[in-house]
């Protein structure tokens, strides 16, 4: 694998411990983020309405993707047992997390400040200079990550010595299944804790099975074909709801399977050109995540501003930008070293 010859540092894509599986389940994911909040976006600005394509594909859309980011991030903490002390690995994922949550949150209201009315919510001086927690707009998924990691490790950590680690696991995914159902937040206190609890079992699966399963995880063909089968199952069922389908039920047998396929896909296709761009739009997917809608709203303000009104149009294009748009600002970031520091890496 290439390195990145500035610093000498080591290429996302060479890191070791990754799986390329949930690399390509994350380059996927990313995606379809990009293309939900672009087509939210034209939906905001009223250039579609009930009867159009875009409700169903919102509808498909929510239904799995996120989840699918907690299941491989949940994953990704049971594949290891992290090493060190509690307090480090906290601060690590503390710092990890916080730092692109401030950064592009002022960012992110900056542009749109800036944008004035040419943004779908204008932005005022007042609403900008506000306190970035409890987190704002789609900056929800780092703060609920983050607290979902914190409490997870604490958990894990409380029980090093007493349990073997597949067992820690699993009573880590009774704690956050437990949660998720009983706990009642107030209301001031949802903006903080509500989809830490809606999303913690996720993460507790991924986690479990990941510490479960052989290593490496390997998905064989009539395994991948009875996970695209329930996939496509799944996205029939929800398609056919009047009403926006969050269940929890639902959203763990489209990830897991989503995630199996993208498994099968990696190993099968580990060197194909869509398989690799997927494996590094994956690995740079918080680059990707933070920055998008900027780049999106920009195109949607610009076509509008010309006059072009057509949806599909504007969700291409939105789309393409929001996804080339980050991609083109983390090499940016990578060739001056500073990628970390901006809250990119």
């Known amino acids: 694998m290439a390195k990145r010859q500035e610093s000498g540092a ?9 799986l390329n599986g949930l690399d390509v389940a994350k380059g996927l994911a990313i995606i379809l983020v990009v293309v939900g909040h ?16 875009l409700p169903l594909l919102d509808r498909l859309i929510y239904s799995f993707h996120m989840p699918v980011f907690f299941v491989v991030s949940g994953a990704l903490f049971g594949l290891r047992e992290p090493s060190g002390s509690l307090s480090t690995f906290l601060w690590s994922r503390t710092t990890r997390m916080m730092l692109p949550l401030l950064i592009w949150t002022y960012v992110f209201l ?3 400040m800036a944008a004035g009315d040419l943004a779908n919510n204008a932005t005022s001086l007042s609403e ?15 703060w609920a990550l983050l607290l979902i990691t914190l409490v997870s490790a604490t958990a894990d950590w409380s029980m090093r010595g007493i349990l073997d680690r597949r067992v820690r696991l699993f009573f880590i995914l009774l704690l956050a299944c437990a949660g998720s159902q009983l706990l009642q937040v107030d209301r001031q206190l949802e903006p903080w804790f509500q989809d830490a609890l809606k999303y913690g079992p996720y993460f507790g699966l991924g986690a479990w099975l990941a510490a479960l399963l052989p290593q490496p995880i390997v998905v064989r063909a009539p395994l991948a074909i009875a996970c695209l089968c329930t996939f496509f199952a799944g996205l029939g069922f929800v398609s056919s709801q009047p009403l926006p389908v969050r269940g929890i039920v639902v959203g763990v047998l489209l990830s897991l399977a989503f995630c199996g396929v993208c ?3 990696a190993d099968r296709w580990l060197e194909s050109r869509l398989v690799r761009l997927l494996r590094y739009l994956g690995v740079i997917s918080l680059a990707i995540y933070v920055a998008h809608t900027i780049f999106s709203a920009a195109t949607r303000a610009v076509l509008l501003k010309a006059g ?16 080339v748009g980050p991609v083109l600002l983390y090499r940016l970031a990578v060739a001056r070293g500073i990628e970390k520091r901006v809250g990119l890496g």
């Open 110 to 112: 900056g542009v749109r």
């Open 10 to 18: 080591e290429s996302p894509l060479s890191a070791a411990a990754r």
């Open 308 to 323: 072009f009104e057509d949806v599909t149009l504007h969700m291409v294009l939105g789309t393409l930008t929001g996804l």
């Open 263 to 265: 498994l099968w896909s």
């Open 38 to 53: 672009a087509g939210r976006g034209v939906t905001t600005a009223g250039l579609t309405d009930t009867d159009s394509w």
């Open 128 to 142: 900008f200079l506000v306190w970035p927690l409890p987190p704002f707009a789609h900056m929800w998924f780092l």
